[in-house]
């Protein structure tokens, strides 16, 4: 998954996702899917984003090709926002490769945000230094 700056131009978000897919198809390497997510808010903004452009990328590829799209994308930081690769267990890249990564479902009323975490007290935690 890449998660692109949505502000970036489109040409330069094309640039960088079709470099990435040229290396995964490096040495042999196969792209099964490409899911473009489209724009999406992000929980916590990222270098001062709040929103990008989400891509799952499903492929079978080689350990070099997955280091050389990390080296490119880490280059790349004013278009690549974040990004994570994951290896699948046979069963899950088998359901991957025929039906692609579906787009997450967001079950909340528009508007509505996450609850905060810790309990909302504020202030220090019991057990911390004093």
């Excluded at 998660?3 to 960088?16: F, G, H, I, W």
């Excluded at 996702?17 to 999406?40: K, N, P, S």
């Amino acid at each position: 998954m890449i998660v692109v700056n949505a502000d970036a131009s489109e040409e330069r978000q094309q640039e960088l996702l079709e470099r990435v897919q040229e290396l995964l198809r490096a040495d042999g390497g196969v792209i099964h899917h490409v899911d473009d997510w489209g724009r999406r808010k992000i929980a916590y903004a990222m270098d001062k984003q709040p929103e990008g452009r989400f891509v799952v990328m499903t492929c079978d590829t080689s350990a070099p090709a997955i280091e050389e799209m990390r080296r490119v994308l880490s280059i790349s930081r004013d278009v690549a926002l974040r990004y994570t690769t994951v290896r699948l267990s046979r069963i899950e890249a088998e359901r991957a490769i025929a039906n692609g990564a579906p787009v997450p479902v967001d079950d909340r009323p528009e508007g509505e945000g996450r609850a905060p975490r810790g309990g909302g007290r504020g202030g220090r935690q019991r057990g911390g230094r004093r």
